[in-house]
């Protein structure tokens, strides 16, 4: 299962098993989306499998993840996604009525994030070789001229931004699938983030690079980008935005919430000319209102992330291994 | 932020830290005894603000650390049997048995659930009334309790199908072992908060009294541990040896009643084996006669199993506070959470795992430049 949860584990099952085997240059840069470049039209590519359960949770179902995961890893290297492929894995004995609903929540998602369901697949296993509903997701999308996001052009003096509140998705998760109450509804940011990244390229099309804190949380997105880049990376923990509700249920759990997930956040590596105005930009759409630059890129530590924590310490943020596992007490 | 913010506060850190820094005129080794707060220690860097004279040394209080590996071994047993529903906290999942953990076993095919509480494992029987279901019933005086209270309420409700693996372990037998050591280093103790709002603090003042050793109980957040410190600290400059609550939103001079007398209840005080370490006498608790039917060890018949540690492994030195974990050789190298030769390494409170993952910057050779202030 820890090969799944996007951290150590996942990295090397790509890095030493699938890369090698499928080889090619563009695979090698382990991108969240392909950039590629066919008939001198750039684009990217990218394609995600969703196994959320519960198939519902407050703020979302796997029909909104299944489209916005993959319009935001296109969004993550620049890309307005168009088009989507979906591909549905039905368990025997789903009920037609569950994945009618499904179906609906994934059209409507597809439609309010402007891209179009182009083909498809369906097929259906054995009850009891599935979790009811799986869906795969591809989908391709244009690069504007002028913008190139990938870790590599990560240098020292860029600022790190936030997009919003971090946690949110993992725990509302938590909180149905393990039967757990926190005291308030905390809904997934579950959402689709091409609009933003629009914004913020429209400032400057010179942003380093994009990234979705989805599993494995902020911590991994940070840790991937510093490894890929090189870079050393500080973040000052007091500004890492968390909501009192997750930064409470991760305490009872035991659970760190820069290493849980999230579905409608991005961090932004930007060089510092340009950091204020696209802070202004990202604050002045609705997904990125509570925007803040966490941190920078320095010449220490290369490929590191180092946490200055709110007492003055510091601290090395690591790489999750796999799933985090609630502690006993 | 309620609760948590309030005691993470920069501006009194910084104050308790100057009445720390200005109290003390000579070297104290002082032992928290519980792996949260060596977490809360190393995370939040309250180790690296203290003054050079205040030495921290991390104590046993690791529950999944301590886990002897017989039990372990007598878990990766059960829950490869067929039939079986082995429920566990997370945490114990990736501790090493002898040759695979738990996560191995569920890979393999084995039951194995996580659960956040063991009345799930209760609920998880009641709808399986056709399977044998195990919870996995470690830790000190804060997780026995509820595991109490779900033995009484399978036998209360009749289920038949749950039983308990137990290795629970106290602490005040082992600060006892800790002191008595030839090689005892620990001039303080920062006791654990959690453990005494179940216990109370009445264990303390003959232990604090016979070893001279000032006890002072400690909560879990920055602002406690440093609390914790300065009181310490206080006491031994002055030369002084008592027993001091600086956890009172949490802990009252009794404990809590209605947990202990579950407790007497449901089981009774043994000898048990500390991994890594040994023996202690009256350090644990075992189902108590009345209960044995709910016995995972006496219902599955694991007897004769035979176990080998590591030889490479010094998490027992760790546990004592006799070595830091990075002084071990294998840290890092041999052993990483990754590959962890012991439970200090895997486990969500082990004293290896916060080295190895909040510190490696400070104890690798690579770049050692200072961290800028941003």
Request: proline share 7%; with cysteine; aromatic share 6%.
């Amino acid at each position: 299962m820890g090969h799944g949860g996007g951290g150590a584990l996942s990295a090397e099952l790509v890095q030493h098993v699938f890369a090698p085997a499928f080889g090619g240059e563009v695979l090698a840069q382990l991108g969240d989306a392909a950039a590629l470049s066919l008939g001198g039209v750039r684009m990217a590519f990218s394609t995600d499998s969703f196994v959320v359960r519960p198939l519902f949770f407050p703020g979302g179902s796997i029909g909104d993840l299944a489209v916005n995961g993959t319009v935001n890893d296109l969004a993550m290297s620049g890309a307005r996604a168009a088009y989507l492929s979906c591909g549905f894995i039905l368990e025997e004995g789903v009920e037609m009525e569950t994945v009618a609903r499904v179906a609906e929540a994934l059209g409507a998602a597809a439609r309010s994030a402007g891209v179009e369901v182009v083909t498809g697949d369906t097929k259906v296993v054995e009850a009891g070789h599935g979790d009811g509903i799986f869906i795969n997701t591809a989908g391709i999308g244009l690069i504007p001229a002028g913008v190139d996001l990938r870790p590599q052009r990560v240098v020292p003096g860029d600022v790190v931004i936030v997009s919003g509140a971090i946690g949110v998705h993992g725990v509302a998760i938590m909180s149905v699938r393990e039967g757990l109450e926190f005291g308030v509804e905390i809904e997934s940011d579950c959402a689709a983030l091409g609009g933003l990244v629009d914004a913020m390229l429209a400032v400057t099309p010179d942003v380093h690079v994009l990234r979705d804190p989805t599993r494995g949380g902020l911590a991994a997105a940070l840790n991937e980008i510093a490894v890929a880049s090189g870079a050393g990376v500080v973040i000052r923990e007091r500004d890492v935005p968390v909501p009192p509700a997750v930064a409470n249920a991760c305490a009872v759990l035991g659970l760190d919430p820069m290493y849980v997930a999230n579905e409608g956040k991005l961090v932004a590596f930007v060089p510092r000319e340009h950091a204020d105005a696209v802070l202004d930009a990202m604050r002045a759409h609705p997904l990125g209102a509570e925007s803040r630059i966490i941190g920078e890129v320095v010449d220490a530590h290369p490929g590191m992330v180092v946490a200055r924590t709110g007492l003055g310490g510091t601290r090395v943020v690591d790489l999750p291994i796999g799933e985090q596992l609630p502690r006993i007490c | 932020m309620k609760y948590i913010d309030e005691f993470q506060d920069p501006d009194l850190a910084r104050r308790l830290l100057d009445d720390i820094h200005s109290t003390v005129t000579r070297p104290w080794a002082l032992m928290e005894v519980c792996g949260g707060q060596t977490h809360t220690i190393i995370r939040h860097g309250i180790d690296q603000l203290l003054p050079d004279q205040v030495e921290l040394i991390h104590g046993p209080g690791c529950p999944v650390c301590v886990t002897p590996l017989e039990v372990i071994d007598k878990a990766l047993e059960i829950a490869s049997r067929p039939g079986v529903i082995f429920c566990s906290f997370g945490d114990m999942l990736r501790v090493p048995g002898t040759g695979r953990d738990l996560f191995q076993v569920r890979g393999a095919g084995g039951d194995v659930r996580v659960v956040y509480s063991p009345l799930d494992a209760l609920r998880i029987a009641q709808q399986n009334p056709d399977r044998q279901v195990v919870f996995f019933g470690i830790g000190f005086e804060t997780t026995a309790p509820p595991n109490a209270m779900t033995v009484y309420q399978a036998r209360k409700l009749g289920i038949p199908n749950f039983s308990l693996l137990v290795s629970h372990v106290r602490v005040p037998p082992a600060i006892e072992a800790i002191m008595q050591s030839p090689t005892c280093r620990v001039q303080g103790f920062l006791a654990a908060g959690h453990v005494c709002s179940v216990m109370g603090v009445g264990e303390y003042p003959e232990l604090a009294e016979r070893y001279r050793v000032p006890i002072v109980v400690t909560g879990f957040e920055p602002l406690d541990i440093l609390e914790g410190v300065r009181r310490t600290v206080a006491q031994l400059e002055r030369g002084e040896h008592t027993v001091d609550n600086a956890y009172p939103r949490a802990v009252r001079p009794e404990g809590n009643p209605a947990a202990r007398a579950m407790l007497e209840d449901v089981f009774e005080v043994t000898d048990r084996a500390w991994r890594g370490i040994g023996v202690i006498p009256d350090s644990g608790w075992r189902l108590s006669p009345k209960y044995r039917e709910y016995d995972a060890e006496y219902r599955f018949s694991v007897d004769g199993i035979q176990t080998r540690e590591p030889a490479a492994c010094r998490s027992g030195e760790v546990l004592q506070g006799l070595l830091k974990p990075h002084e071990c050789e294998a840290f890092g190298t041999l052993c990483t959470p990754r590959t962890p030769l012991g439970a200090t390494m895997v486990s969500s409170e082990g004293a290896c795992a916060a080295y190895y993952l909040y510190r490696r910057l400070d104890l690798t050779p690579a770049p050692r430049e200072a961290t800028p202030v941003v």
